[in-house]
């Protein structure tokens, strides 16, 4: 069996104005982490023996990941769109609204649709390319929406579109 996977399809390039903010500060504060945690691999370096010093591995390690999440953060950074006016028609439902939803039980739940670099499933922060969102983009209030779900279609009912 081989280990070949397809690669996963685009994310949306749309970011809301706060989402960017986040992520430039996200960018600088790994520039500075990593000026640290090359200081301390110099002094692990400096101690002797590499292969078997603990401190030397887990800073090259960290030092890797910083590097890993630095290209990611400065490749994605140009390409998003940020997303920082209210669209139009505020009684549809878009990029960056909450939406307040209710299912056949009479339960609700809350979303917010933002980009794929916001994603805060504590939130209620789900990404526009998600099931969810996909098939709430341009209804209204009162309109019903049916979700594929691994437990089989939902369907909901929406309440409320607010957008922040």
């Not at 104005?17 to 430039?24: F, I, K, V």
């Not at 002094?43 to 590499?50: K, P, Q, S, V």
Request: aromatic share 8%.
């Amino acid at each position: 069996m081989s280990r070949w996977r397809p690669a996963l399809p685009k994310s949306s390039p749309y970011i809301t104005a706060d989402g960017a903010r986040r992520l430039e500060a996200e960018l600088k504060a790994l520039w500075e982490r990593r000026a640290d945690v090359t200081r301390h691999l110099a002094a692990a370096a400096a101690e002797g023996d590499r292969s078997e010093n603990a401190e030397y591995i887990y800073r090259k390690k960290e030092l890797r990941e910083i590097d890993r999440r630095l290209r990611y953060l400065q490749k994605r950074l140009p390409a998003l769109s940020v997303v920082d006016q209210l669209p139009g028609s505020r009684d549809q439902v878009f990029f960056g609204a909450w939406v307040r939803l209710e299912n056949e039980d009479g339960k609700e739940s809350t979303f917010r649709i933002v980009g794929a670099d916001e994603i805060d499933t504590q939130q209620g922060w789900i990404s526009v390319d998600a099931p969810m969102a996909r098939a709430l983009l341009k209804k209204s209030i009162d309109d019903e929406v049916t979700v594929a779900t691994p437990a089989g279609p939902a369907t909901w009912l929406i309440v409320e579109i607010r957008y922040a």
